[in-house]
């Protein structure tokens, strides 16, 4: 049960960042980036509360064993990386921008976020 409420968290998460990421590139553009961004990142930020506390209750369960895990210091190298590149969108106000470096930093982000779901998948193979 714990794996599904890590799974929907991812899914609210990503789902919510790529709809947000459409509209920095220019589809929808009917409809208000603030507006679209509140919904979409409230969202976003309600599904990675969800995949950070379940993630952190699976941890718990083997701290050991993860933390020699590759895959696993590597997915938490890549949440750290995506926060900073958060941090940096928003700092930038890159939605009231809407420029080549908004959609940049949107991309990257949505790569890492595929990073982090790989290294998730493969933290059970190591």
């Given at each position: 049960m714990l794996e599904v409420v890590h799974i929907t968290g991812i899914a609210l998460l990503l789902g919510n960042l790529v709809l947000l990421e459409l509209r920095v590139f220019g589809r929808g553009a009917l409809l208000p980036v603030r507006e679209l961004a509140r919904l979409s990142l409230t969202?976003?930020?309600?599904?990675?509360?969800?995949?950070?506390?379940?993630?952190?209750?699976?941890?718990?369960?083997?701290?050991?064993e993860l933390l020699s895990n590759r895959a696993f210091t590597l997915k938490m190298l890549l949440l750290l990386i995506a926060g900073c590149n958060a941090a940096l969108f928003h700092a930038r106000r890159s939605l009231d921008k809407l420029d080549g470096t908004a959609r940049v930093l949107m991309l990257t982000s949505t790569l890492i976020w595929l990073g982090v779901l790989t290294c998730?998948?493969?933290i059970a193979y190591r």
């Open positions: 969202l976003a930020a309600s599904g990675f509360c969800l995949a950070a506390a379940s993630g952190l209750l699976m941890f718990s369960t083997q701290p050991y998730g998948r493969w």
